[in-house]
């Protein structure tokens, strides 16, 4: 079984990957910090959330209960006493609920070494790329992932702390390490930075074998480049580093032979948009994707990709699914006509094809929006975090088949840690078995005694 930590968890694309190769898998804990996404993992996941335990706990003990955590209200800071007072009790309750559900450790800039399991066999950073991007250079974000740089992109080092912290306290190290962001930490801006990153995970015993991929070549028709470094751990063991290094020479995701090798369903992008409008919810949807008609839409229309025209689906991929679709540029327009006066004649895709185009299933989102509620007489998951959840994931398929590679190397190449391991727990087991049999019939002469 692999024993995951997920941090900077999002709505769980990782744990959706691993659950949907059907592998074995524990996820032992979780780490983020913004609310929204907290809940919508929980859902996701675990489906509706029983608040009737917490029924007793007052506002004031909800906060209080919170209080130890960082919390952020939109993934980018962190919240306020008086925001976090500011929250209805039913918004405090469903944090908590989650947090507890998920053993959600919450901001990576509390978690210590020791706070995990000593034993994690896949540990996962998708740490913000807001300070990365192209878009972010834009915006004025030039630090990257320099370390004193205190952004959110500078999470990273949150990672190598808390890895030295484990080597400090002599833990045992993640047996993998799973890295996603944008590939413009490749950068000659980034690179400098991300080679200190990776010295360092070679100087502690990682093999760092790194990927730039596309997830359209894996069966999503979405234009979405990201880059994935996976970290193995053969410390000083020269046999298995280059067993591992030969492993991916062979299997090698860029591959374009291996990708046709692994057969990947390629889907057609209109299995994905939710064009029957006879379909109610479909249509609601739809509506409140329509923008208004202003001279800025008209240029958004005329200057991004058309997904849908004339009836028929006009393109074979969309561009990246950003966390917004209201803006230049975006991830394509549908043409749709309702009759609505001062409407644009098109729409931008749904939050719900956007969790599609991410490799969610419809059931995770209407686990979502299902479960909505109300918080300031609107809908507490309103389009504007569903979209912004659903850019800021991970595209689910991508990360099928990186995890089908960390799963096959650690049962080839770490067969022997693994029978070890396995024998230690049975021996453990077989002590704990005897131990209860001594002590039931101990409490069984007691209780003839008397």
Not at 11 to 23: C, F, P, R, V
Not at 71 to 89: C, F, M, R, V
Not at 218 to 247: A, H
Not at 368 to 391: H, P, Q, S, W
Request: aromatic fraction near 10%.
């Amino acid at each position: 079984m692999l024993k995951v930590v997920e941090t900077f968890s999002g709505i769980g694309s990782q744990a959706k990957a691993l659950k949907n190769i059907g592998i074995d898998y524990e996820i032992s804990c979780t780490a983020d910090w913004d609310i929204n996404a907290m809940i919508a993992y929980d859902l996701i996941h675990h489906g509706k959330q029983d608040l009737d335990k917490y029924k007793n706990m007052t506002k004031q003990d909800l906060i209080q209960s919170l209080s130890k955590y960082t919390l952020s209200l939109d993934g980018k800071k962190p919240a306020t006493e008086k925001n976090i007072q500011d929250l209805s009790e039913e918004v405090l309750k469903r944090i908590l609920c989650a947090i507890r559900r998920n053993n959600n450790l919450v901001s990576i800039t509390d978690i210590k070494g020791q706070d995990l399991p000593n034993r994690i066999d896949l540990l996962t950073y998708s740490f913000p790329c807001q300070d990365l991007s192209v878009a972010g250079n834009w915006h004025g974000n030039k630090s990257g992932i320099d370390r004193n740089a205190h952004n959110r992109s500078g999470m990273l080092w949150e990672v190598e702390r808390i890895l030295k912290e484990r080597i400090t306290d002599k833990m045992q190290l993640p047996r993998f390490l799973l890295m996603e962001n944008v590939s413009n930490i490749l950068s000659d801006r980034h690179k400098n930075n991300f080679k200190e990153w990776t010295d360092y995970l070679e100087e502690i015993g990682y093999f760092n074998q790194i990927y730039t991929l596309d997830a359209s070549k894996f069966g999503i028709p979405q234009k979405r480049v990201r880059t994935y470094m996976i970290s193995v751990l053969v410390g000083n063991d020269e046999i298995k580093r280059r067993r591992v290094k030969n492993y991916f020479i062979n299997h090698n995701l860029q591959d374009d032979d291996v990708i046709e090798y692994l057969d990947i369903k390629q889907r057609k992008l209109k299995e994905f948009l939710r064009l029957d409008y006879n379909n109610e919810k479909y249509k609601m949807e739809a509506n409140m994707c329509q923008p208004n008609d202003t001279p800025s839409r008209r240029d958004i229309y005329e200057t991004n990709t058309k997904i849908y025209q004339n009836k028929k689906v006009v393109a074979k991929t969309i561009p990246t699914v950003t966390t917004k679709q209201d803006r230049h540029p975006n991830s394509g327009v549908i043409d749709y006509y309702n009759g609505k006066e001062r409407k644009s004649k098109f729409r931008y895709l749904t939050p719900r094809e956007c969790f599609l185009l991410m490799g969610f299933d419809e059931k995770d989102y209407d686990n979502i929006v299902d479960n909505n509620f109300e918080y300031r007489k609107r809908n507490f998951f309103n389009i504007e975090k569903l979209n912004r959840m659903a850019g800021n994931s991970i595209v689910v398929n991508v990360l099928e088949e990186i995890f089908k590679q960390i799963n096959h190397i650690n049962n080839l190449i770490f067969i022997e840690d693994n029978e070890l391991e396995y024998k230690q727990r049975s021996s453990i087991d077989i002590i704990k078995s005897k131990l209860a049999g001594l002590f039931n019939a101990q409490n069984e002469a007691y209780q003839v005694i008397k």
